[in-house]
């Protein structure tokens, strides 16, 4: 009997009246594995925020956190049961559990005595636990697609019927009851606020996985896994390349499971990430990065939610702040405030109706996933679109507490030479509604020459407090963090005498 096998030897008492459940375990009994089971989940972030996904670790799961000397990864241990939690992170883009780290890797001399040894290594790591988290967390990701589909059905069944077919549900009380179940583990892995606990919901996935199994073993033979080793290499002095480490250690791995290599239509991948002489083996638990789960409409620029979440954190807002994007393109970084802050008020604007238009998509999109999700009808977002023109506002002097945008760099958008205009405007501007003494601005940009040489003429309203560098699409770019000085605004008098309307 497999560890996993005896880590469900519990007894479920399933109250379907009172929608209870509850796991009964005899007095001398050790407790289950999974409830105690510790691992190393490793996860990628935007390059340059390495510090604020690590702060969002300690503060959301309590977790210490290791930031790696590989830029943009960053390690924490938890227990199996805080894995729903670890997928509500908003600050990381891809999760993997570690199944083993080499911190001085001594590599041979010559290329094929490394790759003989990559090819040997895959025999000696201990791959049990890693393994149990990647089974529990693919269970996970099918509930989580049987729940959308439930939630779709039946959202349209109120739409139609006001209130389901009762006596349908009363028909089928299996059906219900797995309704039920799938549901409590979801909305868990939807929404981490939900007090419950969940060792309790991960021994009844592994009890469901045990009995799918012993099913599945009665019928027919176990179908075999298919596999790919993904290889990210750091560093000059190695004498290999990342396709030929990932060749030999995949075949490794296939001679010590006997799984299948398939580089498209993978159950398992396999990481092998190298940075100089440090080597991490991983399994990843994310399929698709998770900064793409707020945009549905796309658009040449867009920004990922990951970077806008940092962003946004950056300036710390608080309770009641207006926070407004004056260049929003498809509006991620108000989407994202709106989704985290949503004690806080958003404005998403920007001078291209086209952009505009994609903004007001989105938010209309993550407004119907959220009362699918909920079943219900929502209230609305605190957010707004407005098409505007960056450099004349419509909004009051002083009336803004935080602007975070992402300006344009002159390479996909607009240009470096109308940048040398653009960006002294645009800091005039956001001077004016920003308000004086608290007010704050995160901003965006590759044109670092541009916007250094335009914050140098505005010293007496905005202060830089922090850089951070980051890494957009291969451009090396900072974020810069302002605070607005307490000096009030002074409107300019344009040529024929007459003052901005606002």
Same mark, same amino acid.
């Given at each position: 009997m497999s560890d996993v096998q005896e880590a469900t030897n519990q007894l479920l008492d399933v109250n379907l009246h009172g929608n209870q459940r509850s796991i009964q375990v005899t007095e001398s009994g050790p407790r289950s594995e999974s409830e105690h089971l510790q691992v190393t989940i490793g996860a990628t972030v935007p390059t340059g925020f390495e510090q604020t996904a690590a702060d969002e670790v300690r503060e959301k799961l309590g977790s210490s956190c290791k930031i790696s000397k590989d830029r943009g990864k960053i390690y924490f241990d938890i227990s199996v049961e805080? *894995?729903?939690q670890v997928h509500c992170l908003r600050s990381v883009d891809n999760l993997f559990v570690v199944v083993k780290e080499f911190k001085d890797y001594q590599f041979k001399e010559t290329k094929e005595e490394v790759l003989k040894d990559f090819?040997?290594?895959?025999? #000696?790591?201990?791959?049990?636990? &890693? *393994?149990k988290v990647w089974n529990v967390n693919t269970s996970f990701k099918k509930k989580k697609t049987k729940r959308k589909k439930i939630n779709q059905n039946s959202s349209k069944e109120k739409i139609d019927n006001g209130q389901g077919d009762k006596a349908e549900e009363r028909d089928d009380k299996k059906g219900f009851t797995n309704k039920t179940l799938d549901s409590r583990i979801l909305d868990y892995y939807e929404n981490p606020a939900i007090k419950e606990e969940i060792s309790t919901l991960v021994g009844d996935d592994l009890a469901s996985c045990k009995d799918e199994t012993d099913e599945g073993s009665k019928e027919e033979t176990p179908e075999v896994l298919k596999f790919r080793v993904t290889c990210n290499r750091a560093g000059e002095k190695h004498c290999f390349s990342s396709n030929e480490a990932a060749r030999d250690f995949g075949g490794g791995v296939q001679d010590y499971f006997k799984w299948k290599a398939d580089m498209t239509n993978f159950d398992v991948e396999v990481l092998l990430? !190298?940075?100089d002489n440090e080597i991490v083996v991983g399994i990843a638990l994310t399929e698709e990065s998770l900064h793409?789960?707020? !945009?549905?409409?796309?658009? &040449?620029?867009?920004l990922r939610s990951t970077l806008a979440y940092g962003m946004l954190r950056l300036c710390a807002p608080q309770p009641t702040d207006i926070i407004v994007d004056p260049m929003c393109g498809t509006g991620a970084i108000p989407i994202e405030g709106a989704t985290e802050w949503s004690n806080c008020y958003h404005i998403a604007g920007d001078n291209n109706p086209l952009a505009v238009n994609r903004a007001a998509n989105n938010i209309s999109s993550l407004l119907t996933k959220s009362q699918i999700k909920e079943g #219900?009808?929502?209230w609305g *977002?605190? !957010?707004d679109a407005v098409q505007w023109d960056i450099c004349n506002l419509p909004l009051r002097t002083g009336s803004v507490d935080i602007i975070v945008t992402d300006m344009p760099f002159g390479k996909r958008m607009g240009s470096k030479k109308r940048n040398w205009n653009l960006y002294p405007a645009c800091l005039r501007e956001m001077s004016r509604v920003c308000r004086p003494g608290t007010g704050r601005a995160v901003l965006l940009t590759q044109d670092k020459k541009c916007f250094t040489k335009a914050l140098s003429g505005m010293g007496h309203v905005w202060r830089k407090v922090h850089t951070v560098w980051v890494n957009i699409g291969g451009l090396h770019a900072a974020v810069y963090l302002l605070k607005r000085t307490p000096q009030a605004f002074v409107h300019p008098v344009e040529q024929h005498g007459e003052r901005t309307p606002w």
């Open positions: 805080s *894995l729903a090819e040997e290594l895959a025999g #000696k790591l201990p791959w049990s636990e &890693p *393994l990430n !190298i940075h793409r789960r707020n !945009i549905t409409h796309f658009g &040449p620029t867009t #219900k009808v929502s *977002l605190p !957010i």
